[in-house]
């Protein structure tokens, strides 16, 4: 694992304690979080040593209608930890969130999704090439595991990180909301205004940071993206 914290608003519903592990396959260009692309980033721990620090919360998550989320990194890159986590917080009466890229969707057992109360799923374009520029990867994955989970009724939440000159052509947004709205099972949109706090880790990694002049989005873009999500008759924050 590499971190942990506990936020509101961001990951999921209620307050959250959010377990961050270490390793990722993508190599978004947007990322925040160089920190977490190796596993070696991270620190060995057991599932029960993590469960006895979500306890420590679990009382006050609970009350805010909140939870665990597994994020990174990718916790896909370790479904049996993620299961582990998952079944632990269900035992606890916590709410559970799966914060994942869906590019290893197929490590996700069924197992895993039936502890699984909602996916946090992360869709950073609709054109292939545009999204393989960004990424290093291709999103076929992520749409089928998006289709395999609206075939399972699991809820998700899209998130849509919003770069200007990057993932703000309307073409593409028209992509994705689209195929959100067509699942069935997308319960809001969650357009996220790209910063640059990250770009110190990679000063410190020695990692060039290709965005770093990349101003965030203005309010009238927001409100563009955000009205263009919602004109497909999804809720959108």
């Keep these: 694992m590499h971190s942990w914290d506990v936020s509101t608003g961001v990951d999921g519903p209620g307050t959250r304690f959010v377990a961050f592990l270490a390793g990722c396959p993508?190599?978004?260009?947007?990322?925040?979080?160089?920190?977490?692309?190796?596993?070696?980033d991270g620190t060995g721990t057991t599932a029960g040593d993590v469960l006895d620090q979500v306890r420590t919360f679990a009382d006050f998550v609970r009350t805010t209608g909140g939870g665990l989320?597994?994020?990174?990194?990718?916790?896909?890159?370790?479904?049996?930890?993620?299961?582990?986590?998952?079944?632990?917080?269900?035992?606890?009466?916590?709410?559970?969130?799966?914060?994942?890229?869906?590019?290893?969707?197929?490590r996700a057992g069924d197992d895993l999704l039936a502890v699984t109360d909602v996916v946090l799923l992360d869709i950073k374009s609709w054109d292939p090439a545009r999204y393989h520029r960004l990424t290093g990867r291709s999103i076929?994955?992520?749409?089928?595991f998006a289709r395999r989970l609206a075939g399972r009724g699991t809820p998700v939440w899209v998130r849509y990180v919003l770069v200007p000159g990057v993932t703000d052509d309307l073409a593409d947004v028209e992509g994705v909301a689209g195929f959100a709205a067509g699942l069935g099972n997308v319960e809001r949109v969650d357009v996220l205004p790209f910063h640059r706090l990250g770009a110190a880790k990679y000063d410190r990694l020695g990692i060039p940071f290709a965005l770093r002049d990349t101003p965030p989005p203005d309010a009238a873009l927001l409100t563009r993206v955000r009205d263009t999500f919602t004109a497909a008759g999804l809720t959108t924050y």
């Excluded at 978004?28 to 596993?39: G, R």
């Excluded at 990194?73 to 370790?78: A, I, K, M």
């Design 26 to 40: 993508l190599r978004c260009l947007y990322c925040q979080n160089p920190d977490t692309w190796h596993m070696r």
């Design 140 to 144: 076929a994955p992520t749409l089928d």
């Design 69 to 106: 989320t597994v994020s990174g990194g990718e916790p896909l890159l370790q479904p049996a930890f993620t299961h582990a986590l998952f079944t632990g917080a269900r035992r606890l009466g916590l709410h559970t969130a799966l914060d994942t890229s869906g590019a290893l969707g197929t």
